[in-house]
């Protein structure tokens, strides 16, 4: 597979993982408007989450499926022999979907009331962190699928963090590293000791089977730019002085 093959491979499977978390959104809002009702919140809630947590399951699943076989085809790129048989992800249990969706719907519904917003405008809001959430926990089918097929897997060189084309500065700030990872964990998921996928984050860690993989080009670039915006500072100093040069740019970078 070739340098441009390999990158519209990771290209696709990026797109193909963005798509699942806009159709989850767009869902999630049309279920939202039909089984939940401001003037009834409380009453309305324990369906309307049900429904969501169902909503997340099936969405966290086809991540999961899309990652085995894009993490194949990085193996095949690399002319390593064999294949692979994908793990699944790990179990999502009942009590901390419960919890995640809790804290960002209900939770947030009623501080925003207590802070003076009107039901629809706290409605909204929880929209907005419930979206991120979800996103957050069916994109996890993915991540966890490539960290666990990797497992027993010893021919990647590392791991590296690839972006959805539009990272905040911390996420791009990780991506400029290359495939400096020791694994997935240190490449972006906290559970693992490692810096977190936060809300509405199309990250992904992936493996890299070839010091040359077209994957580490956007992080090199990254982190030409890293060193020039930061030069002569270090620390928190150097990630506020690259924050305040992300934030500012015209356009998003395609990492």
């Known amino acids: 597979m070739s340098a441009a093959e390999q990158q519209r491979a990771a290209a696709a499977y990026q797109a193909q993982q963005r ?36 909503m997340v399951v099936a969405s966290r699943q086809q991540s999961a ?113 290359g495939a400096v990872y020791e694994s997935a964990r240190t490449a972006g998921d906290s559970r693992y000791g490692g810096a977190t996928y936060h809300d509405h984050d199309g990250c992904q860690a992936v493996p890299i089977f070839d010091a040359d993989s077209p994957l580490l080009n956007a992080a090199d670039s990254l982190y030409a730019d890293w060193k020039r915006v930061t030069a002569g500072t270090g620390g928190d100093e150097a990630r506020k002085v690259w924050r305040r040069y992300w934030e500012g740019r015209d356009k998003p970078a395609e990492v």
């Open 65 to 177: 499926n899309l990652a085995g076989p894009y993490y194949q085809r990085l193996r095949t790129a690399a002319g390593l022999p064999g294949g692979v048989v994908p793990a699944e992800p790990r179990e999502l249990t009942s009590d901390r979907l419960s919890a995640a969706l809790d804290s960002a719907g209900m939770a947030v519904m009623r501080q925003s009331l207590r802070l003076g917003a009107t039901p629809a405008q706290a409605r909204d809001r929880m929209a907005v962190t419930l979206s991120g959430t979800a996103t957050r926990l069916a994109l996890e089918g993915g991540r966890d699928v490539m960290e666990a097929t990797s497992h027993d897997d010893e021919g990647a060189l590392g791991w590296a963090r690839i972006g959805d084309g539009d990272p905040c500065s911390w996420c791009a700030m990780l991506i400029s590293r």
């Open 19 to 54: 798509a699942l978390s806009s159709t989850l959104v767009r869902d999630l809002v049309k279920l939202l408007k039909m089984l939940f009702t401001v003037e009834r919140a409380e009453e309305s809630w324990p369906a309307t989450q049900m429904a969501l947590a169902a």
